[in-house]
DNA sequence: ATAATTTTTTGATACAGGTCAATGCATAAG
DNA sequence: CTTATGCATTGACCTGTATCAAAAAATTAT
């Protein structure tokens, strides 16, 4: 894990003390003496997977960074339609900043656990020095590419060319040994259920099933049992994201 | 035009100098002898429609607030697959900050004119004024969470639902008459074509027309002449948009 | 004006992905 | 072990949107 976190923090490796993970654009910027004084309104909290962490339109009241696990944000249409719009990874800050409410639905995909901190403090720290805003807005700036990254696969990809993304994407994030160079039998659990997979992707769960099955029987995926997927060699699955 | 800027700057009502319209997120944080510093550096550039501004992974030299017209942001796959993941108006600021290269293409959408500055100037301001990262957060923030919004609409919705969101998007953002109440007869000039909405969509440009005529012939919008729109009731057209 | 070109609309047909229904396969509970 | 329960897969069929083709309308050039 410890390399992956270098990548989005290299130039500070300092380690957050009440959490023992670097947070990706926040800890780095924080002062010793912050940092203690931010570890005093931190805590630890486990959800399950399935658990909502806050809602639509309900009110922000802290932030986390996610410790591991996988956090999915959501919005739900009146009539039940459902679509992920974005899914966060340890060690990304969670919870709108500056925002009275939320505008999406943040639950857990897989389990996992958070380190939470009231919105007023950090909000106070942020005051304070204003390094924190910079590493907050390179985050915030990050996930605006990825979303419009997302958005060609969600406008203009095929069903096969969405599942080949979603899989390349899970493999790229949860499993950091790829960063080494390993592109070979890389094996992971996915943090997602089909349901999950296919509000991401803008399709039905039938047709995420089907699009697996043809990876499979094309050698490009293995699953063993059920979650469990072996990517034999990752240039191939690339090469099936369009 | 000035009502509508207020709504994006309200706290600091202070002009730009060099553009006369105010910097969404820029200049209302700008104290005067900066605002002159900037001037020093900006200068006034018309695009026709069409023209590109900034292309795909190419190096970014400067930023740029729109002044007046309709920007879009897209990319394109390698067999020519297109996808719209933005649309930027007047007077927000477009370049991606802290970045050595683009992610993706900008084009004037409409005809437009730009006041640009080099991208080693502004950045100078913002290491020396931290309110200016502060507002550049917020609107990365907003951006963000129309990107994801947008999500909901290209993952989810019918191609019907799609048109008349992008309608209602154009019809909220082009014309400031509606944010006084005034939402009847409203008349706009479409700042897109056929195939940019249809990008945007995530649609072809045949389906477009045909949800185009469906609207015209349902009574929620009058099409005088090609790309003369009249929403005479927008609440009728926000219900479609499901 | 008239012609040339581009953009938009309309129609006929095809197919990707959705819907509905049933079956399989885990893990958990009795 | 057997039964329940919740995911995941598979099959048969249907529909919304894409594709292909052509006409109409708008724009630009001559």
Chains 1, 2 share one sequence.
Not at 24 to 35: D, F, M, N, S, T
Not at 92 to 113: C, V
Not at 161 to 189: M, Q, R, S, W
């Amino acid at each position: 894990m410890e390399e992956r976190l270098d990548v989005h923090n290299s130039s500070i490796p300092k380690l957050c003390r009440s959490c023992e993970v670097r947070h990706r654009g926040i800890c780095g910027a924080l002062k010793p003496e912050e940092l203690l004084e931010l570890s005093k309104y931190t805590r630890r909290v486990d959800y399950p997977a399935g658990k909502e962490i806050s809602g639509d339109s309900e009110d922000v009241v802290s932030y986390s960074t996610i410790m591991h696990g996988v956090v999915k944000l959501s919005k739900m249409l009146e009539d039940g339609r459902q679509q992920v719009v974005g899914l966060q990874f340890a060690p990304d800050l969670i919870g709108r900043m500056f925002s009275i409410k939320n505008h999406f639905t943040a639950e857990a995909a897989s389990n996992i656990q958070l380190c939470k901190m009231p919105k007023a403090a950090l909000e106070r720290l942020i005051k304070k020095n204003p390094e924190i805003e910079h590493k907050l807005l390179e985050q915030t700036l990050r996930e605006l590419d990825e979303a419009r990254e997302w958005m060609v696969t969600l406008g203009r990809k095929t069903a096969a060319e969405k599942v080949a993304c979603f899989l390349y994407l899970i493999a790229t994030h949860i499993d950091p040994t790829y960063i080494d160079g390993n592109l070979e039998n890389l094996t992971f659990e996915l943090p997602l259920t089909r349901a999950d997979i296919a509000d991401f992707l803008g399709l039905t769960i039938e047709t995420v099933s089907r699009q697996f099955t043809k990876l499979r029987t094309d050698g490009i995926i293995e699953i063993s049992v059920g979650r469990n997927i072996c990517v034999p060699d990752l240039a191939k699955l690339k090469e099936r994201c369009g």
